[in-house]
T-cell receptor, first 119, second 108 residues
Framework: DVKVTQSSRYLVKRTGEKVFLECVQD?????MFWYRQDPGLGLRLIYF???????EKGDIPEGYSVSREKKERFSLILESASTNQTSMYLC??????????????????FGPGTRLTVL | KNEVEQSPQNLTAQEGEFITINCSYS?????LHWLQQHPGGGIVSLFM???GKKKHGRLIATINIQEKHSSLHITASHPRDSAVYICAVGVSGSRLTFGEGTQLTVNP
């Protein structure tokens, strides 16, 4: 079974702090994703990575950065946390090849989520 | 307008009822996914469809590509089916676009 783990289930930070959210997957997946989930808005893509050291902006990258130094680990960084970044953050991974080269048919496997509160 | 629209947003049913959740999308897709999210946050993939119909236990998913519409049915619903059900579409590449989700509550 694919396992995607996230470093914390709950996190409370103060405005202006630098925040690191880490995600690790154990299935040698090429693709990794960071989403935030807010009531009424659904899942929105922040950043994704299709290879080590490769990243692409999603729909809402402002205020976030990412790092992928190893294939299994994808970190989301909030450079200076703000109250509007209070949210549920979900990491996911998927394999490129079973979907015929990333054709949108790849199943994404999700971590348990981190509920971040910025005070 | 969102590319992926789900209805209803909220659904309450009695145990044993037949449940239908709908998903409409506005773009050409390569696949449609149904996902389930239980309280506490974890999301699991239920189905991936590019045509026709799939069945797993009491869950059935159908898709009509021409009408850009998919339905998720739950037969003989049970309180443990209470969750948020999310529709997502894959257009190209590995990205998915998600609907807002349908909150299902099944009462005993």
């Amino acid at each position: 079974d694919v396992k995607v783990t996230q470093s914390s289930r709950y996190l409370v930070k103060r405005t202006g702090e630098k925040v690191f959210l880490e995600c690790v997957q154990d299935m040698d997946h090429e693709n990794m994703f960071w989403y935030r989930q807010d009531p009424g808005l659904g899942l929105r893509l922040i950043y994704f990575s299709y290879d080590v050291k490769m990243k692409e902006k999603g729909d809402i990258p402002e205020g976030y950065s990412v790092s992928r130094e190893k294939k299994e680990r994808f970190s989301l960084i909030l450079e200076s946390a703000s109250t509007n970044q209070t949210s549920m953050y979900l990491c996911a991974s998927s394999s490129l090849f079973p979907g015929a080269g990333g054709s949108g048919t790849d199943t994404q496997y999700f971590g348990p989520g981190t509920r971040l509160t910025v005070l | 307008k969102n590319e992926v629209e789900q209805s209803p947003q909220n659904l309450t049913a009695q145990e044993g009822e037949f449940i239908t959740i709908n998903c409409s999308y506005s773009v050409g897709i390569s696949a449609l996914h149904w996902l389930q999210q239980h309280p506490g946050g974890g999301i699991v993939s239920l189905f991936m469809l590019s045509s026709g119909k799939k069945k797993h236990g009491r869950l059935i998913a159908t898709i009509n590509i021409q009408e850009k519409h998919s339905s998720l049915h739950i037969t003989a619903s049970h309180p443990r089916d209470s969750a948020v059900y999310i529709c997502a579409v894959g257009v190209s590449g590995s990205r998915l676009t998600f609907g807002e989700g349908t909150q299902l509550t099944v009462n005993p």
